[in-house]
C-alpha cells in the first residue's frame, strides 16, 4: 500500500515538475522595461531598445514567434529616432504577425501622418 502511494506521490512531483514549452521569447524585456520606466535616461532606453533587438534577433533562432507588441514598441522608438521607414517597417511586421493589432498599428501610423501636416 505504502509502495502504491509513493509512485503516485513521484509521479505528480514529475508532472507538476515539467513546464510546457513556451511560444514566445522574451529576453531580458521585463527588467529591461522596468529599469528605463523607473529612470528613462539615454541609457536605459539604449539597453530596453538592445533588449527588444535581441528578441526580434533570437526569437528566430529559437523557433519562437517575436512576443506581440514587440515590433511595434520598437517600431516607435526608431520612429522616435527620426528612423521613420524602419520604424512604418516594424510596424507592418507587427501587423504581418499579429493582424489584430491593425487597428492600433493603422491609428499610430495616422497620427504620424497627422504630426507631419
Known amino acids: 500500500m505504502k509502495l502504491k502511494y509513493l509512485i503516485y506521490f513521484f509521479i505528480l512531483i514529475f508532472y ?19 529599469d528605463y520606466t523607473k529612470n528613462p535616461d539615454e541609457k536605459t532606453l539604449a539597453v530596453h531598445k538592445k533588449s527588444l533587438q535581441d528578441i526580434i534577433e533570437i526569437s528566430p533562432k529559437r523557433s519562437l514567434r517575436v ?21 512604418l517597417e516594424n510596424f507592418d511586421k507587427e501587423i504581418s504577425l499579429y493582424p ?6 493603422q491609428r499610430l501610423k495616422n497620427e504620424l501622418a497627422r504630426g507631419k501636416k
Not at 19 to 26: C, K
Not at 68 to 78: D, I, K, T
Not at 100 to 105: A, D, R, V
Request: aromatic share 20%.
Open 16 to 34: 507538476v515538475g515539467c513546464v510546457p514549452p513556451t511560444l514566445f521569447y522574451w529576453g531580458d524585456y521585463s527588467s529591461s522595461l522596468y
Open 67 to 87: 512576443p506581440p507588441g514587440v515590433y511595434a514598441e520598437y517600431g516607435f522608438l526608431l520612429i522616435k529616432e527620426g528612423k521613420e521607414n524602419e520604424g
Open 100 to 105: 489584430e493589432s491593425t487597428i492600433f498599428i
